[in-house]
């Protein structure tokens, strides 16, 4: 049985819908904190928040689990700038619980939900995961420090990782089960098409950035490929002892003025855009090189950026819905 942490958030509920599919059976833990219990709809079900170290140690007792998936953590970069504290109790002391009832019941497998913010201003494109890690926020050095303490914990006891950076993940399932839906929603496709929808104008966050375009580039990848890549995870510590961090990106890049064009593509309307001061905390350009987790996992992307908007407008119910 696998535990998953955040199972009733965007990407957790995505993963344990494909961990289903693939014929384990999974726990859900979730703090319903920014989660929807009706995600949860694989499983069992338990809410409880990772701060409440007897509760966690309690799951991890009742239930034969065999490996954790950590997804639960609050993950708004500028969130994390403007509330530190919010970030470093629950991110940090949150797994830090976790990891204190995993190894008392004997629970030595993770796949820990880290993040392209690790590396914060990258001095090469596409970023490898040998380049230095050195976060520019908070939410970043959350999933660095985190990442730290599963080396370290594997060489003390033995606690195996695998530790995946996502890039910026988007999209939906495409039979209209899940989607992405955050509230306040801050991240940009939701957004957009929420704009799209409510016939108002939308945000670009900074248009003065050292890039082509001017606007952040970012690496977006659909949940589908983050999903299948969560099972070959799995699959690996399964199969033997590691404490290794991959990348999950595509290894190329999308302005936020692309990401406009392609939402007017796929949705054939026109999009009203205003531009507004740059957002803190956000890097110019964040692309991951996927290479090692097709090299080491067999990982490999299957779905577009026009995939990628074109499901989670289904899923929003396009412009009626
Ligand atoms: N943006 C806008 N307008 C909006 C919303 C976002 O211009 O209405 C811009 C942002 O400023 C940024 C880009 O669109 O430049 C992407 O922003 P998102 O909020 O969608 O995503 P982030 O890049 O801030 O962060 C996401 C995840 C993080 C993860 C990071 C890794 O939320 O958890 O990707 O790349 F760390």
Known sequence: MILITGGCGYIGSHINKQLHSAGFDTVVLDNLSTGHADAARWGRFVRGDLC?????????????????LHFAAFSLVEESVRDPQKYYRNNIGG????????????VYKMVFSSSGAVYGLPSETPIPETHATAPLNPYGY???????VLRDYQQAYGMNSVALRYFNAAGADNDGELCERHDPETHLIPSLLKGLKAGRAVTIYGEDYPT????????????KDLAHAHVLALQKLLAGPCADAYNLSTGH???????????????????????????AGDPPVLVGDPAKAKRELGWQTRYSLLEMIGDQWSAMGGLKG
């Open 52 to 68: 409440d170290a007897d509760m966690v140690a309690a799951v991890l007792k009742e239930w034969p689990i065999e490996a954790v």
């Open 95 to 106: 797994t830090l619980n976790l990891l204190e009832a995993m190894l008392a019941a004997g």
């Open 142 to 148: 959350t999933k660095n420090i985190i990442e730290r």
């Open 212 to 223: 082509p375009d001017g606007t952040c580039v970012r690496d977006y990848i659909h949940v």
């Open 253 to 279: 890049g999308c302005s936020v003025r692309d990401v406009v064009g392609t939402v007017e593509e796929v949705t054939g309307q026109r999009l009203e855009v205003v531009a507004a001061e740059r957002r």
